[in-house]
């Protein structure tokens, strides 16, 4: 197909608007060409499951071949991507409580006959002394167990109620179904096609609707009881759906290798991270699967601890695809290992032991992984060899299977070293990713699942250790790398399975990048006061990593004793990367704002006044002090001159976009040490910051050629403007004020009229700082209080209020939405009524007409006997009235009631005719009986039709032709 996106994923198309009943059940081309999904009476809401389900039907008898293929799997994606909008703004009851109310009524009593039959106290005590070898009785009695999911039925695919008696539960349960018709059945590889566009578009749909039902449960609401009805609708297909994901990635698994070349395939049955893939077919197929599969883990939690063989095949399959060289499969991947303890197990550990097992592992795995490709020094030497010994008492076997064979594949099957190199990256970036979403305890969610870990422990000195091996990773490859003969560079570093080329070049400060992800993540979820006994260690990582990052002359001016250390050595190039510059900058910024001021009794010692920028960088004595020193002098560096930026200075590269980016990131850094350290900080590191901002608000405002080029970029200005504005309302360490109000005042003004938004609001955010200060204020003479309430604050009334009358015009509309709801039902009660009586009066109409038409009979045959025989007049006509009268009264029975008077004037009629002598009188006297019929069939329509003109003047407007009905459309 040609469109194969999601166009509600973003959330910018809501569901379409509600279709009248009046419209056909086909489908309908709009004037973009585009299909919209067939809908009937919006108001029944059973419509759109079996509407669903009926397509997938056709699709799976249909060939690509077919005339109509296109027509309905267009229909189809086109509902699919309604339903996804519509359940994740209104969920799968879509706010029905009373539906709900029944639901969790029919679950309870399936529940409470289960008991019964063997789920109470006594089967309980039976299913706990039998053997687990006795599966069949297991998962028989597991389906009565409250703590376990209830899957009633699954048979190819499909999942049933266990009772048909409410249809309304079916109609919701048949939505899991055709996710399950979608969704392969068997992992069963060698039955396996290829997967089709449509195919892994269709499954991309059907996951995305079921995520989207499994968030929307998670959303908290008002009531509860729809959320419990649909996680009960969702748990009975729970188990199925993980299932048939699982062999949904193994199936995609399968194609990828299959695409693969020959050279690479033999690699891909051990490690995915050499397997070729495409885009949409393989990647977005499993990124939504597996987003899934962490939706419901996290969803279900400890309910499905008995389901072993599910969990342990879904953590073989994600430490599969944590190697697969793609960034997003990779992350889902990690948050779906993440989720994976929150399920609990089945030798009696709780969630809290699982993941304290789960997060030593991955740091050992990080360190073992380092330690065997490339063991720079002799403490990851050490390292590799007490992770050795480490695993062999893990608790992790899956963890510890994957990594010892993974390494076995690189050291055995792998000779090209750009092929090891490509796996020791994805896997290091994986374990990563993976320490990350462990300690945000998020599958899909962040903090969604912080309440089930109680008992959660983290190793601060093997974090620590991990991240200081992997920041100074570069350093180390860069002296490994000039200790070795030229000659010998391109062999393997000795007990490693790469060379020192290509570490030095490749791979060494991507890392160290890592490194630093570690200590970031550690930092904001462990929190300050867990890590201040670890502070002064994680500020030194920070110093050196940073000192370590900065070019030559910075460290020249800053730190002459560590760049002494370097002179008479041969030239190094890993510290000039913008990029790693610029995170270590913010890795410390972060640091700052959790630990605060680290100079302590040391700042005392120092003398209050600098006369020189030299005395003032001397006076620095703490690792905090010293980095702050550093990210001054890699601000001044980028923002002195325009040599930077047009002769490569020092050899440093990056973009200019990177060094915007370093800008930022270094006047964020030095704004967060002002707010955080405040009066602690020194007075000459005060007075080196203050120096800083005066040089780039003096030259922000500079034009022509003396301008500085990259001080033109708003972040740029944004940026100073900000560090300014801290500068300005922190106060100095004896209580003075700042002088930069004046410069920053002129300065702001010239930039309150900038052409960029951002740039242009912060001005005046200055200019109003400034003139809060300058101007002296007037101690108040009468002190004005508003009328507020004793058990309020004045700032909370007026938003309680607001919130207040929001929440009513909400009820508002909900209560005239149900009254317009009900006014519909009630006119198309009317219109139903109606055509039952224009049907009731078309049959009267055609008795009638027999009935004239028998009598019109019976007169001929009369005058008929008239003229043949005039003698015997009497006879005749006592013998036709004998005749007539029988047959009237028949007729009298099957008209109806207000036809009588008509019948009775139609006997009484032929029995005067049969009285006269005169035959023609006789005719006179039909004639005025069939006027008399006519007259009386007008009086009733007449009435009908006022009574129908009457009911619509009834009505509202809205439903007269109105300016909002649909009744024209419907014509």
């Known amino acids: 197909m040609e469109r194969q996106l999601f166009l509600t994923a973003s959330g910018l198309i809501p569901p379409f608007p509600v279709v009248d009943s009046g419209k056909s059940n086909h489908t309908e081309k709009n004037t973009d060409g585009l299909i919209e999904p067939a809908t009937s009476d919006t108001a029944d809401k059973k419509n759109y499951p079996s509407r669903l389900l009926s397509l997938i039907r056709l699709l799976e008898k249909k060939e690509r071949d077919d005339e109509d293929y296109e027509v309905t799997i267009q229909e189809t994606v086109d509902l699919l991507n309604h339903l996804i909008a519509l359940y994740s703004r209104h969920g799968l009851l879509r706010g029905d409580s009373e539906k709900a109310e029944r639901i969790l009524s029919m679950v309870n009593s399936s529940t409470s006959r289960g008991g019964v039959g063997g789920g109470g106290a006594e089967g309980g005590r039976k299913r706990n002394g039998k053997k687990r070898g006795n599966k069949k009785n297991n998962s028989k009695n597991n389906s009565n167990n409250s703590d376990d999911l209830r899957v009633q039925q699954h048979q190819h695919g499909v999942t049933m109620c266990e009772s048909s008696a409410s249809q309304q539960q079916e109609d919701e349960v048949l939505i899991f179904t055709a996710i399950l018709r979608i969704l392969p059945l068997t992992n069963d590889m060698s039955k396996a096609n290829s997967i089709d566009d449509d195919k892994a578009l269709l499954?991309?749909?059907?996951?995305?609707?079921?995520?989207?039902?499994?968030?929307?449960?998670?959303?908290?609401?008002?009531?509860?009881?729809?959320?419990?009805?649909?996680?009960?609708?969702?748990?009975?297909?729970?188990?199925?759906?993980?299932?048939?994901?699982?062999?949904?990635?193994?199936?995609?698994?399968?194609?990828?290798?299959?695409?693969?070349?020959?050279?690479?395939?033999?690699?891909?049955?051990?490690?995915?991270?050499?397997?070729?893939?495409?885009?949409?077919?393989?990647?977005?197929?499993?990124?939504?699967?597996?987003?899934?599969?962490?939706?419901?883990?996290?969803?279900?939690?400890?309910?499905?601890?008995?389901?072993?063989?599910?969990?342990?095949?879904?953590?073989?399959?994600?430490?599969?695809?944590?190697?697969?060289?793609?960034?997003?499969?990779?992350?889902?991947?990690?948050?779906?290992?993440?989720?994976?303890?929150?399920?609990?197990?089945?030798?009696?550990?709780?969630?809290?032991?699982?993941?304290?097992?789960?997060?030593?592992?991955?740091?050992?795995?990080?360190?073992?992984?380092?330690?065997?490709?490339?063991?720079?020094?002799?403490?990851?030497?050490?390292?590799?060899?007490?992770?050795?010994?480490?695993?062999?008492?893990?608790?992790?076997?899956?963890?510890?299977?994957?990594?010892?064979?993974?390494?076995?594949?690189?050291?055995?099957?792998?000779?090209?070293?750009?092929?090891?190199?490509?796996?020791?990256?994805?896997?290091?970036?994986?374990?990563?990713?993976?320490?990350?979403?462990?300690?945000?305890?998020?599958?899909?969610?962040?903090?969604?699942?912080?309440?089930?870990?109680?008992?959660?422990?983290?190793?601060?000195?093997?974090?620590?250790?991990?991240?200081?091996?992997?920041?100074?990773?570069?350093?180390s490859s860069e002296t490994v790398y000039y200790r070795t003969?030229?000659?010998?560079?391109?062999?393997?570093?000795?007990?490693?399975?790469?060379?020192?080329?290509?570490?030095?070049?490749?791979?060494?400060?991507?890392?160290?990048?890592?490194?630093?992800?570690?200590?970031?993540?550690?930092?904001?979820?462990?929190?300050?006061?867990?890590?201040?006994?670890?502070?002064?260690?994680?500020?030194?990582?920070?110093?050196?990593?940073?000192?370590?990052?900065?070019?030559?002359?910075?460290?020249?001016?800053?730190?002459?004793?560590?760049?002494?250390?370097?002179?008479?050595?041969?030239?190094?190039?890993?510290?000039?990367?913008?990029?790693?510059?610029?995170?270590?900058?913010?890795?410390?910024?972060?640091?700052?704002?959790?630990?605060?001021?680290?100079?302590?009794?040391?700042?005392?010692?120092?003398?209050?006044?600098?006369?020189?920028?030299?005395?003032?960088?001397?006076?620095?004595?703490?690792?905090?002090?010293?980095?702050?020193?550093?990210?001054?002098?890699?601000?001044?560096?980028?923002?002195?001159n325009n040599k930077i930026q047009t002769d490569d200075f020092d050899n440093d590269w990056g973009t200019s976009a990177e060094r915007i980016e370093l800008i930022k990131t270094s006047a964020a850094c030095l704004e967060m040490s002002l707010l955080s350290c405040g009066g602690f900080l020194l007075t000459s590191i005060r007075s080196l910051i203050e120096s800083v901002a005066v040089t780039a608000l003096s030259k922000l405002g500079g034009t022509g050629l003396s301008a500085i080029q990259i001080l033109t970029w708003a972040p740029v200005k944004v940026s100073i403007l900000r560090l300014a504005c801290s500068c300005v309302t922190t106060p100095w360490q004896d209580g003075a004020s700042s002088s930069l109000v004046d410069l920053l005042a002129v300065t702001a003004k010239k930039l309150t009229d900038d052409i960029d938004t951002d740039v242009s609001l912060n001005a005046r955010a200055a200019l109003g700082i400034c003139d809060t200060i300058a101007v002296p204020r007037a101690p108040a003479l009468t002190y004005v209080a508003r009328a507020v309430l004793a058990?309020?604050?004045?700032?909370?009334?007026?938003?309680?209020?607001?919130?207040?009358?929001?929440?009513?015009?909400?009820?508002?509309?909900?209560?005239?939405?149900?009254?317009?709801?009900?006014?519909?039902?009630?006119?198309?009660?009317?219109?139903?009524?109606?055509?039952?009586?224009?049907?009731?009066?078309?049959?009267?109409?055609?008795?009638?007409?027999?009935?004239?038409?028998?009598?019109?009979?019976?007169?001929?045959?009369?005058?008929?006997?008239?003229?043949?025989?005039?003698?015997?007049?009497?006879?005749?006509?006592?013998?036709?009235?004998?005749?007539?009268?029988?047959?009237?009264?028949?007729?009298?029975?099957?008209?109806?009631?207000?036809?009588?008077?008509?019948?009775?004037?139609?006997?009484?009629?032929?029995?005067?005719?049969?009285?006269?002598?005169?035959?023609?009188?006789?005719?006179?006297?039909?004639?005025?009986?069939?006027?008399?019929?006519?007259?009386h069939e007008n009086e009733n329509d007449e009435g009908k039709d006022g009574l129908n003109d009457s009911d619509d003047d009834a009505l509202p407007e809205i439903f007269d032709g109105g300016p909002d009905s649909d009744d024209d459309d419907d014509e």
């Open 791 to 935: 058990s309020t604050n004045a700032a909370t009334t007026e938003a309680i209020s607001l919130a207040a009358n929001i929440q009513t015009a909400r009820n508002e509309a909900i209560e005239k939405r149900k009254k317009t709801e009900e006014l519909e039902l009630a006119k198309k009660r009317k219109v139903e009524e109606r055509r039952q009586q224009e049907q009731q009066e078309k049959a009267a109409k055609r008795q009638k007409a027999l009935s004239e038409k028998k009598i019109e009979k019976r007169v001929e045959e009369v005058s008929d006997a008239k003229a043949t025989n005039k003698g015997s007049l009497d006879t005749t006509g006592v013998d036709h009235e004998m005749t007539i009268q029988p047959e009237s009264s028949k007729e009298k029975n099957n008209e109806p009631k207000d036809s009588t008077g008509v019948q009775i004037q139609e006997e009484a009629t032929v029995q005067h005719t049969n009285e006269n002598d005169d035959g023609e009188n006789m005719e006179e006297q039909i004639t005025k009986s069939k006027v008399t019929l006519e007259e």
């Open 203 to 475: 499954i991309r749909l059907a996951t995305e609707l079921c995520l989207s039902i499994s968030q929307h449960i998670k959303v908290d609401k008002v009531s509860d009881t729809c959320n419990l009805a649909e996680y009960e609708l969702l748990a009975q297909s729970g188990k199925p759906i993980l299932t048939d994901l699982i062999n949904t990635m193994q199936w995609v698994e399968y194609d990828m290798k299959l695409q693969s070349s020959l050279e690479k395939r033999k690699y891909c049955e051990k490690c995915l991270t050499l397997v070729e893939w495409d885009e949409q077919t393989h990647v977005s197929t499993l990124t939504s699967s597996i987003k899934l599969a962490c939706s419901l883990v996290s969803l279900f939690g400890t309910k499905l601890s008995r389901s072993t063989s599910l969990l342990l095949e879904l953590n073989k399959i994600s430490w599969k695809l944590l190697v697969m060289d793609n960034d997003s499969v990779q992350e889902s991947a990690a948050r779906l290992i993440s989720c994976l303890p929150l399920a609990g197990g089945t030798d009696r550990k709780t969630p809290s032991d699982i993941w304290n097992a789960q997060l030593l592992d991955t740091l050992t795995a990080l360190s073992t992984v380092l330690g065997t490709m490339a063991p720079l020094t002799k403490s990851q030497s050490q390292s590799r060899s007490t992770t050795q010994t480490d695993n062999s008492h893990s608790s992790n076997g899956a963890m510890d299977t994957f990594l010892e064979d993974w390494i076995n594949f690189v050291r055995r099957d792998i000779s090209n070293e750009s092929y090891r190199l490509r796996c020791f990256y994805r896997l290091s970036r994986g374990l990563t990713k993976v320490f990350h979403f462990l300690l945000f305890q998020d599958g899909l969610d962040r903090y969604h699942c912080s309440s089930t870990l109680v008992d959660a422990q983290v190793e601060i000195t093997k974090i620590l250790a991990v991240v200081e091996s992997f920041v100074s990773f570069p350093l």
């Open 485 to 640: 003969k030229r000659r010998l560079r391109d062999e393997n570093v000795d007990n490693g399975l790469l060379s020192p080329r290509i570490i030095v070049t490749e791979v060494a400060n991507h890392i160290k990048l890592m490194g630093h992800e570690i200590l970031d993540c550690t930092l904001a979820a462990v929190g300050g006061p867990v890590l201040l006994p670890y502070a002064r260690r994680i500020l030194r990582i920070s110093y050196a990593s940073i000192l370590t990052s900065s070019s030559g002359p910075v460290r020249k001016v800053i730190e002459p004793t560590s760049a002494a250390q370097l002179e008479g050595k041969k030239r190094r190039w890993l510290h000039l990367s913008i990029v790693s510059r610029a995170l270590a900058i913010r890795t410390f910024g972060k640091a700052i704002m959790v630990f605060g001021c680290d100079n302590g009794a040391s700042s005392l010692n120092h003398s209050q006044s600098s006369s020189s920028t030299s005395q003032s960088l001397t006076a620095a004595s703490t690792d905090g002090e010293k980095t702050i020193n550093l990210i001054v002098g890699c601000l001044v560096e980028q923002i002195s």
